[in-house]
T-cell receptor, first 112, second 112 residues
Framework: GENVEQHPSTLSVQEGDSAVIKCTYSDSASNYFPWYKQELGKRPQLIIDIRSNVGEKKDQRIAVTLNKTAKHFSLHITETQPEDSAVYFCAASKAGNTPLVFGKGTRLSVIA | DAEITQSPRHKITETGRQVTLACHQTWNHNNMFWYRQDLGHGLRLIHYSYGVQDTNKGEVSDGYSVSRSNTEDLPLTLESAASSQTSVYFC???????????FGPGTRLLVL
């Protein structure tokens, strides 16, 4: 089955700097790649997603890139702010209504 | 507004007791999922359902069961609670076309 690896497990950046979180997946049939943000004590919430027919997607300070050949995708956060501090999860799934497989998460700390 | 709710939000039980966690969504989503979240393991899929009377095992289904008698609810039952089942449990729902999963607020379960 699908396996999703996420790195790094923790990341600290200075406010205003960029943060990059990377994920790799094992199943070349996977075609949907969402990213979730989970603040302390809260539920995971979708922040951005990408499908395999697109190489990059942006939403304000957040962008996701996908390399299907290498089977990896990345989350980029620019101009980080303290409110970006949270745990971020990547996930992958195949077409045909299959469940998401999540990475183990990255704890991002933005230092003011 | 449509939403997804979980109850109870906090539960303390004893080893060997049967426990049922409730999940209710008002989006009329066909797909519903149960995850457990433990430090260092991210979100692990317990059971999922693609519609009424449909249930499927996930990655960590041993000791858990679900039933789907209507679209809105997917209760999770721990048949005989074990200390290893101490965790935070999240329910989620989605529509097949969008694949976006919406998470409930979570239930924190402590098994003594």
């Amino acid at each position: 089955g699908e396996n999703v690896e996420q790195h790094p497990s923790t990341l600290s950046v200075q406010e205003g700097d960029s943060a990059v979180i990377k994920c790799t997946y094992s199943d070349s049939a996977s075609n949907y790649f969402p990213w979730y943000k989970q603040e302390l004590g809260k539920r995971p919430q979708l922040i951005i997603d990408i499908r395999s027919n697109v190489g990059e997607k942006k939403d304000q300070r957040i962008a996701v890139t996908l390399n299907k050949t290498a089977k990896h995708f990345s989350l980029h956060i620019t101009e980080t702010q303290p409110e970006d501090s949270a745990v971020y999860f990547c996930a992958a799934s195949k077409a045909g209504n299959t469940p998401l497989v999540f990475g183990k998460g990255t704890r991002l700390s933005v230092i003011a | 507004d449509a939403e997804i709710t979980q109850s109870p939000r906090h539960k303390i039980t004893e080893t060997g007791r049967q426990v049922t966690l409730a999940c209710h969504q008002t989006w009329n989503h066909n797909n519903m999922f149960w995850y457990r979240q433990d430090l260092g393991h991210g979100l692990r899929l317990i059971h999922y359902s693609y519609g009424v009377q449909d249930t499927n095992k996930g990655e960590v289904s041993d000791g858990y069961s679900v039933s789907r008698s209507n679209t809105e609810d997917l209760p999770l039952t721990l048949e005989s609670a074990a200390s290893s089942q101490t965790s935070v449990y999240f329910c989620a729902s989605s529509e097949p076309l969008t694949e976006t999963q919406y998470f409930g607020p979570g239930t924190r379960l402590l098994v003594l």
